[in-house]
């Protein structure tokens, strides 16, 4: 669904992602994990087409995504940090991302699962970071789009939000959809991903399932096998130095 | 990219800003007409307060939207939507609301207060002309600085210093520049010189409509005699039109090729 060819990028003398190959498939929910810098927002902005590589390829559904705008209908992005024009209310805005993407959407049913109902004639300036957070995840979930890339989306939402958020990823997974996460909650990734992509100084460490990377690395938790790697990256340095 | 025009309109038509700036206007204009009792002369009053001002609140005010705004715009960027459409739906829905709140602002008390004859008339929407035209100056000016600068506060600052450079330094630099080559014939630059300041095109081409031979200085003159009072007029707004469609362009080729 998602296919990424030796993906390079660089931002000045910074190096974020180095040849980055990846298969992302449909139906299945992927984590891409990594500590705070090592390109995980990078590569799905590659992915969007809102950061522009320095080389390689990146094809969606079969289309190469240089250049276009249009396979974008096949995408929604939950973006990190969800900031909205102050003046305008939360119906307003529902209402402008579906004027702009020209698509039926079903906002009902997720604005009644995220308890958004008395919130919609507010303006958002006055929403909490919370609220909004949950506006992001209606605004990108509405749509019925094939594939799903969520960078962080649990900042902010309380416990029952959170529960919802992970029932909302289990229906669209059952509905077959290709969905990419980063977080950096780990029971999360536990208890959802069916993939794990593994990103450490802009390379693909490690990709596959949770249990082949606890058999990999030995380790019995999703925590201790990522320090593992830390570990081992820390020791090839020292020994390099 | 009129579906994003539309809502960042909206938006800022309800943004206490955008009527502090009509307020500003209305204010200003009824005091100038209600105190000056000469209409004439609260023109030329209200030229000199468009001339500095407008450049300066665009500027600003377009380089403070266009940071507030950038988490959205990272969000309409997600969606399938041209990049240009959501650039040029975002300038042309802050030129709007300011170039309204600015011409509402000058045209409500103008034709309440004003006894105006029709030649009074034309001058007043020449400024008013000038005016909207500063304004999509200094927004796509703003835009291309916010665009370029990611750190606010150098964008802000770089933001201050072309206005005080175009609006202040600018006139000083020409005058100490003509004084030092004064034995030398300076028509070419000076004319030169004024085209490549919006600021300074603008003032120049109002005294020229306004037919202030006193106020007009040497470049005025010099304009006056180079190209006469209409073609003058036709040659300093055909100027403007193209200080618009620059920084415009530039913005937008820059914005096709950012990474964000």
């Known amino acids: 669904m998602i296919n990424i060819q030796h993906l390079h990028k660089s931002f000045g003398k910074l190096e974020v992602l180095k040849d980055v190959q990846l298969e992302i498939l449909p139906g299945k929910v992927t984590a891409v994990l990594g500590p705070n810098g090592s390109g995980k927002t990078t590569l799905m902005k590659s992915i969007l087409g809102m950061t522009l590589p320095d080389k390689g390829t990146i094809e969606v559904r079969g289309e190469p995504t240089r250049h276009a705008w249009n396979y974008r209908k096949h995408l929604s992005y939950v973006p990190q940090i969800a900031q909205f ?157 | 990219m009129w579906k994003i025009f539309k809502y960042s309109f909206f938006d800022l038509l309800r943004s206490r800003w955008t009527y502090f700036y009509f307020l500003f206007f209305m204010i200003v204009t009824a005091g100038l007409l209600h105190l000056s009792g000469q209409v004439a002369a609260a023109i030329t009053s209200l030229l000199n307060i468009v001339v500095v001002l407008i450049p300066l609140i665009s500027t600003l005010y377009g380089i403070v939207y266009f940071y507030n705004s950038s988490e959205f715009t990272e969000l309409l960027l997600a969606q399938p939507v041209r990049r240009r459409s959501i650039f040029l739906g975002q300038y042309l829905g802050l030129f709007t609301s300011l170039a309204a709140s600015f011409l509402l602002g000058i045209l409500i008390p103008a034709i309440f207060l004003g006894h105006f004859e029709v030649r009074l008339w034309l001058d007043l929407f020449y400024l008013l002309g000038i005016g909207t035209l500063l304004t999509a100056i200094f927004t796509a000016i703003a835009f291309l600085i916010a665009l370029r600068q990611t750190n606010r506060m150098k964008g802000f600052a770089i933001a201050i210093l072309t206005w005080l450079f175009l609006a202040v330094l600018y006139d000083g630099l020409f005058i100490i520049f003509l004084l030092f080559f004064e034995d030398y014939p300076l028509e070419k630059f000076s004319l030169i010189a004024t085209v490549l300041n919006p600021i300074d095109l603008s003032r120049t081409s109002l005294l020229l409509k306004l037919d202030m031979a006193a106020l007009m200085g040497y470049t005025g003159a010099v304009f006056n005699k180079f190209f006469g009072t209409s073609m003058g007029m036709l040659v300093s707004i055909s100027a403007l039109v193209l200080w618009v469609a620059g920084p415009l362009l530039g913005f937008l080729r820059v914005a096709a090729r950012k990474d964000f």
């Open chain 1, 85 to 241: 024009p102050s003046n305008l209310t939360v119906q307003e805005l529902l209402q402008m991302i579906k004027e702009v993407r020209q698509e039926p959407a079903n906002e009902d049913p997720l604005v009644d699962r995220l308890s958004l109902q008395p919130f919609l004639d507010k303006k958002l300036g006055t929403l909490s970071g919370g609220t909004r957070q949950k506006v992001n995840l209606v605004l990108a979930l509405m749509f019925d789009a094939p594939i799903v890339l969520m960078d962080e989306p649990t900042a902010g939402l309380d416990p029952v939000a959170l529960l919802e958020l992970k029932r909302l990823i289990q229906d669209m997974r059952k509905a077959g959809k290709c969905i990419v996460v980063t977080t950096h909650i780990m029971p999360l990734v536990e208890e959802l991903a069916d993939e794990i992509v593994f990103l450490l100084d802009g390379k693909v460490y490690f990709q596959g399932t949770l249990s082949e990377l606890f058999s990999l690395t030995e380790k019995n938790t999703l925590e201790e096998a990522i320090a593992h790697f830390l570990i081992q990256r820390k020791d090839r340095t020292s020994v390099n130095a």
